[in-house]
């Protein structure tokens, strides 16, 4: 059964950075798209960022482009999310998703993804 587990939410004031980090338990991580999505109160879940397996892609959801950057370790079974000038709408939990197979493009959409993390908050008020 693979696990990730997400970790470095925070409660931040508008403008802040955090880094959200997300480990898989096995090895399989290695040749899997994986992929960040974020759910706010009362909203559907929603792609963030998806990272092919060796890095060579990235994908953002538009309105997020040049404020979040998506990265991997695969020595670390780590996928990162870097997040920089935070705004109250960011305010979700943050998930992370690996597929159950590999894939030639890694999908933005919640449908493609088999296996979830637990999720990290991430809340932005002054």
């Known amino acids: 059964q693979v696990q990730l587990v997400e970790t470095g939410g925070d409660s931040v004031q508008p403008g802040g950075s955090l880094t959200l980090s997300c480990t898989a338990s096995e090895s399989k991580y290695n040749t899997r798209c994986m992929g960040w999505f974020r759910q706010a109160p009362g909203k559907e879940r929603e792609g963030v960022a998806t990272i092919s397996p060796n890095s060579g892609i990235r994908a953002y959801a538009d309105s997020l482009k040049g404020r979040f950057t998506i990265s991997r370790d695969n020595a670390k079974k780590t996928v990162y999310l870097q997040v920089n000038s935070l705004k109250p709408e960011d305010t979700a939990m943050y998930y992370c998703?690996?597929?159950?197979?590999?894939?030639?493009?890694?999908?933005?959409?919640?449908?493609?993804?088999?296996?979830w993390g637990q999720g990290t908050q991430v809340t932005v008020s002054s």
């Open positions: 998703a690996m597929p159950g197979a590999p894939m030639i493009n890694c999908p933005m959409r919640v449908s493609g993804y088999n296996y």
